[in-house]
């Protein structure tokens, strides 16, 4: 019974607070400290203009990244982002998963590599800084030549190891298309 008044009281105080136009548009301070860049999708959709070097990549990750991901990406203390084998296939021994033996698309990884990392600093790169790491992740897992740039045309159209791997129940594939590619 408390429940059910206390839910009544409460949407009577957010009907009021519309109709009477309660609240505060966020400030620009606090809005900046949110994320509201777009996300990446599997298609490409929301990649910034700029382009990656592997060279560039490898140079950033030693300085940002090798510290806890290994000098290599073979992990330790944190996550393993070199892969071996490559790919994971459902016949392979478990293995720690890693970018090129996991992940479906390569896009994602840009996405979240933008948006999560170096894990203690998030959102401290430059797009352009995010593109060099991700050429040198693609190629550190045999996935892309050490001279292919890497940019809003190229990056959708590398072709991951393990993307025959991702299995979406077709309900998903329905409500959100844009989740995977065909
Ligand atoms: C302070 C330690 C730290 C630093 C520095 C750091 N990371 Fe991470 N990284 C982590 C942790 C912890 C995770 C796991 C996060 C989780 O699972 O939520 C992670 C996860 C990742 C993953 C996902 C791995 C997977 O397959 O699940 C990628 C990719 C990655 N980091 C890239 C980078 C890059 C690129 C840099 C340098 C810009 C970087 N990280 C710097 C700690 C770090």
Redesign the pocket.
């Known amino acids: 019974m408390a429940k059910k008044v206390f839910f009544v009281v409460a949407l009577l105080g957010l009907a009021l607070g519309a109709r009477y136009g309660l609240g505060t548009p966020i400030s620009e301070e606090l809005a900046a400290q949110y994320d509201l860049r777009p996300v990446v999708l599997p298609d490409g959709r929301g990649l910034p203009p700029g382009e990656g070097k592997v060279a560039e990549g490898e140079r950033?990750?030693a300085e940002?990244?090798a510290?806890?991901?290994g000098a290599r990406g073979e992990g330790y203390?944190?996550?393993?982002?070199v892969a071996e084998p490559f790919p994971i296939t459902p016949d392979t021994e478990p293995v720690e998963?890693?970018?090129g033996n996991?992940?479906p698309y390569a896009t994602t990884?840009y996405d979240?590599?933008r948006r999560?990392?170096?894990?203690?600093?998030p959102g401290t790169?430059t797009d352009e800084?995010?593109y060099h790491?991700v050429a040198f992740?693609l190629y550190m897992n045999g996935i892309i030549e050490a001279d292919e740039p890497i940019n809003q045309k190229t990056l959708p159209q590398v072709r991951m190891p393990a993307r025959e791997l991702l299995d979406v129940d077709p309900e998903t594939k329905r409500r959100f298309p844009w989740l995977t590619l065909p």
């Open positions: 950033i990750y940002k990244c510290s806890c991901h203390p944190f996550n393993r982002l998963y890693a970018i996991y992940w990884l979240y590599i999560a990392m170096p894990f203690g600093a790169l800084e995010v790491l992740l």
